[in-house]
Nanobody, 123 residues
Framework: QLQLVESGGGLVQPGGSLRLSCAAS????????IDWFRQAPGKEREGVSC????????NYAESVKGRFTISRDNAKNTVYLQMNSLKPEDTAVYYC????????????????WGKGTLVTVSS
């Protein structure tokens, strides 16, 4: 069974940092681009960041550029989202998703996704 499991969420003060992890089971992440999405209460889901299969291409939403960093460790079958300088508006449930691609791009498609991890930024 193909599964993605997010972890690392929690409560953090404004200006703080968290590192989210997206671990895969039942399949190898090497063949997939990986995306991070988030959905805040009452808002639509938005793409936050994505990384290509090789890790050579990344993309960030304007709202997180310079603060978030996506990376992948294919040996550990895990993708990370390092979040620094967190703001209250970053509060949301964060989801990772895998997209099946034959090329080395990422386009925020969701072929498989996890159940999410909650990030709350509040003092």
């Amino acid at each position: 069974q193909l599964q993605l499991v997010e972890s690392g969420g929690g409560l953090v003060q404004p200006g703080g940092s968290l590192r989210l992890s997206c671990a895969a089971s039942g399949f190898t992440l090497d063949y997939y681009a990986i995306d991070w999405f988030r959905q805040a209460p009452g808002k639509e889901r938005e793409g936050v960041s994505c990384i290509s299969k090789s890790g050579g291409r990344t993309n960030y939403a304007e709202s997180v550029k310079g603060r978030f960093t996506i990376s992948r460790d294919n040996a550990k079958n895990t993708v990370y989202l390092q979040m620094n300088s967190l703001k209250p508006e970053d509060t949301a449930v964060y989801y990772c998703a895998a997209e099946t691609r034959s090329d080395d791009f990422c386009l925020y498609a969701m072929d498989y996704w996890g159940k999410g991890t909650l990030v709350t930024v509040s003092s």
